[in-house]
């Protein structure tokens, strides 16, 4: 899901404009992110904490050459989801295991020999 299909999902559900919509959710972002600047945290009751956190730098090797590279240390943003949020994407894993149960498993093909056309 993108930006664009949030803003049309909510714009559809309280029949607003989707160009007010789309000002409403940059607005939303901006502040998030203006609150990170700030107080390093945010906490959304039942939606999750998003938190600054510091990566410390560390001594990485290039897949490509093998070398040693200095990887410098840097902030990141992290997010825990809260408990209600967890609650509803647990769900998922009971709808998909109840699924799976009742797809019955597939034999699985012999490959075809591969030989001289005639």
Request: overall charge positive; proline content about 7%; glycine content about 6%.
């Given at each position: 899901m993108t930006k664009?299909?949030?803003i049309k999902q909510i714009s559809d559900r309280i029949d607003l404009p989707q160009v007010t919509?789309?000002?409403v959710v940059q607005s939303t972002f901006d502040a998030i992110i203006d609150s990170l600047m700030v107080s390093h945290r945010l906490e959304l009751r039942n939606f999750g904490v998003f938190e600054v956190k510091e990566r410390r730098g560390r001594r990485a090797r290039n897949p490509r050459t093998g070398e040693p590279v200095d990887v410098p240390a840097r902030f990141v943003v992290s997010f825990k989801a809260g408990k209600e949020m967890d609650e509803k994407i647990q769900?998922?894993?009971k709808h998909y295991s109840a699924?799976?149960?009742k797809v019955p498993v597939k034999a699985v093909a012999e490959p075809n020999p591969?030989?001289?056309s005639t």
């Open positions: 664009k299909d949030i919509m789309r000002d769900q998922l894993r699924q799976t149960a591969v030989g001289p």
